[in-house]
């Protein structure tokens, strides 16, 4: 949630930030109502607290003929206070609401919506295919590396199987990014990846997004989207010591996503499904770092994807596209040979103090006093990847070419052959 002291201070940047989103700028007066109703509710209470108090005192020293009437009085600044306090409940709850209402303010982010990214650079040079290319349903099905059929079977549409050179294909590659990340001194995780409402609440994944997201309602639990959120979750409530510099984790979960909302978009294959595996980087770091942070975070990603040896570009996400958490987001995006576009692999984005605040990740400044963390995400590879690997790397007899990083992964093969 955003910092309520900048939206006291400076509304207009609140009001500006939902603009660039395209949403509505009547949360923040909704909001700033709601803070000064909460306000004096409260110092009505504590006015009618401090009055019983101080009244309470008298009657002990009152005459025996004055004492029915003080008490009739002090009867009637017990209900005042009774009735006092629920107001002061509802205002808070009111002002919680409508705090959870506004998603975080917008950093750097152009305006608009998903059209209106900004490319901020191209890597790579799209392969001149001089055969007919194959998409990489037609590839992993030759290669009997995806099924999509008895996935279809087995667990209904958008679910697969990976089988043979496939599943090998995809341990290498999340291998390969979990080194990567241990390379640079991130802590690998494996998350759980059933968590609390407070978890997925405190991601801001319980708001506009909660249709994408699949619940167990016997036991009130959440099945996650991504190692964010138990990650995000992990050093909830507690102060961190951020001293020596950000605390960086990697956590390689499957991932679960209803996918609501986007039939008939992606159905051919595995770009858009409702499971999957992912390597997800996650950072905690002060306020004033973030920035950085996310630029180091980005340049992960691209090393990851000079390894894998697909072109690709890096967008900068309109405001418009972006979650609710994220002030900013980069989305780096391969290109597809079978669609002749650049579709997302990868995207990292900085909450800035959003997620911190809603799950109380703290850390101590110079002065030792607490202040609230801000905390990164990034993706270091998804099963989604395997798409920009066989489609890049095809050769005209429907083989594909293994890109060198990821041979060790595969017995030391360079090409993979159709089945037979």
Known sequence: ??????????????????????ADPGVVDRLLAADVARRAAVSAADSLRAEQKAFGRTIGKAAAADRPALLARGKELSDGVKAAEVAETAANRALAAAHLAIP????????????DYVVVKHVGTPADLDFPVRDHLDLGEGLGAIDMERGAKVSGARFYFLRGVGAQLQWALLNLAVTTAIGHGIVPMVPPVLVKPEAMEGTGFLGEHSDEVYRLAADDLYLVG???VPLAAYHSDEILDLSSGPLRYVGWSSCFRREAGSY???????????QFDKVEMFSYCRPEDSGGEHQRLLGFEEEMLAAIEVPYRVIDTAAGDLGTSAARKFDCEAWVPSQQAYRELTSTSNCTTFQ????????????GKPQVAATLNGTLATTRWLVAILENHQL????VRVPVALQPGLGGREVLEPAR
Do not use: C, F, W
Not at 264 to 274: A, P
């Open 356 to 367: 911190a605040r809603r799950l109380g990740v703290r850390y101590r400044d110079e002065d």
């Open 264 to 274: 008939g978009k992606d159905t051919r294959g595995i770009i858009r499904v409702h």
């Open 226 to 228: 991504t190692s964010e």
């Open 104 to 115: 975080n303010l917008i950093e750097g982010a152009p305006a608009g919506g998903e059209q």
């Open 396 to 399: 005209p007899d429907g083989s």
């Open 1 to 22: 949630m955003i910092d309520l002291r900048i939206l006291r201070e400076d509304p207009d940047l609140a009001r500006a930030s939902q603009a660039a989103r395209g």
